[in-house]
Nanobody
Framework: DVQLVESGGGSVQAGGSLRLSCAASGVSYSRYCMAWFRQTPGKEREGVAAISTTSSAVDTVYYGDSVKGRFSISHDNFRNTVTLQMNNLRPDDTASYYC????????????????????????WGQGTQVTVS
């Protein structure tokens, strides 16, 4: 079974930085679209960032509009991890952050982070809380 485990959440002051990691197991890592989503109570899940690690679209990345220029997603195939570097954090970044995987043999596309795109992700982590004050 595919398992995704997030780590790195916590509390930080506005303007600070956090790095989230997602450790993936049971997955053929090079053939998935990996992404981060976030959600706060009472709101819809929001796509944050996605990175395509399939052979046809290596390292293609997409970002949600609210995080462009502040967040950066990367992957390490050797360690089977996806990292989300979050800089210049704002209080409205407060949320539970979830790692997700779509695949196998699926590349990210421009709609991966939309509500419809969310449906393509079949594997989810348990989430990690980020609080910005």
């Amino acid at each position: 079974d595919v398992q995704l485990v997030e780590s790195g959440g916590g509390s930080v002051q506005a303007g600070g930085s956090l790095r989230l990691s997602c450790a993936a197991s049971g997955v053929s890592y090079s053939r998935y679209c990996m992404a981060w989503f976030r959600q706060t109570p009472g709101k819809e899940r929001e796509g944050v960032a996605a990175i395509s690690t399939t052979s046809s679209a290596v390292d293609t990345v997409y970002y949600g509009d609210s995080v462009k220029g502040r967040f950066s997603i990367s992957h390490d195939n050797f360690r089977n991890t996806v990292t989300l570097q979050m800089n210049n954090l704002r209080p409205d970044d407060t949320a539970s952050y979830y790692c997700a995987a779509a695949g196998p043999s699926r590349a990210c596309y421009s709609g991966s982070l939309t509500k419809e795109g969310t449906e393509t992700f079949g594997y989810w982590g348990q989430g990690t809380q980020v609080t910005v004050s």
